[in-house]
């Protein structure tokens, strides 16, 4: 794992730092042609910052998807979230369960937008909810999939928390948005071990049109 880690640093600074240092480059030579008025030149500069940073976009995309939990890959969202709740949750004294009714079987970048849901639920439970018992559900019904996290910690209150700077559960609205799915959290600070309650329901997509990024 660590040699792997090495290898995807090694990697990045190859390919994108070497391509990220080019359109500095190129950026300051665009300005200069500019100055000098010679805005052809210029426009050419600009172009090949443009086909550079779509070359610096695919190798991130790519990079990304290598940096996939391993568990994930191998084990699909029910073996990754045990592993986790093995490795991290149980670990810190909170009795954990996953609660799942059938085998599940998605689209892997649906499972990987979803896991990354989970695993931020898992963390903000850890983080802030001081919490002795939490379940994960996770089941799919009708052509949809549905992941409940609940804690029973200090709960929050939610009209306040956009004023609280986090990116959590921002990204999870936005993983939800593109999986065309809806997100909801029932917390509340005046019922204290009621805890908070997240779901998000999205609907399974067909891998063949989702597989791949429409564009490249
Ligand atoms: N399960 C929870 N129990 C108690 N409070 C929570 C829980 N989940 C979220 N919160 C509250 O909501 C706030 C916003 O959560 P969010 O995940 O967006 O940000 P964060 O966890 O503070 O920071 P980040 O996720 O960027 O590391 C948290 O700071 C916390 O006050
Ligand atoms: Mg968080």
Do not use: C
Not at 53 to 63: D, F, G, P, Y
Not at 66 to 73: F, H, I, K, N, Q
């Amino acid at each position: 794992m660590l040699e792997e880690r090495n290898r995807l640093a090694r990697e990045l600074h190859d390919s994108i730092v070497q391509s990220l240092y080019t359109m500095t480059l190129f950026a300051e030579a665009g300005v200069r042609n500019a100055d000098h008025g010679d805005t052809v030149k210029g426009t050419q500069y600009m172009e090949r910052i443009g086909e550079t940073s779509q070359q610096v976009l695919k190798e991130m995309r790519l990079l990304v998807f290598e940096l996939r939990p391993l568990a994930l890959e191998q084990e699909g969202i029910v073996g990754a979230l045990s592993q986790r709740l093995d490795d991290v949750e149980r670990r810190a004294g909170v009795e954990a369960r996953l609660i799942f009714d059938e085998p599940i079987s998605l689209p892997s970048r649906m499972e990987e937008e979803l896991y990354r849901v989970a695993q931020e639920a898992l963390n903000n439970s850890l983080k802030h909810a001081a919490a002795t018992h939490l379940s994960i559900r996770i089941a799919t019904n009708d052509g949809l999939v549905e992941i409940n996290v609940e804690d029973d910690g200090v709960g929050f209150d939610t009209d306040l928390v956009n004023q609280s700077g986090g990116m959590g559960l921002r990204n999870i609205k936005e993983r939800m948005e593109r999986l065309g799915g809806s997100f909801t959290i029932i917390s509340s600070i005046s019922s204290p071990g009621e805890g908070t309650k997240l779901r998000v329901r999205a609907p399974i997509s067909d891998p063949q049109t989702t597989g791949e990024p429409a564009h490249p």
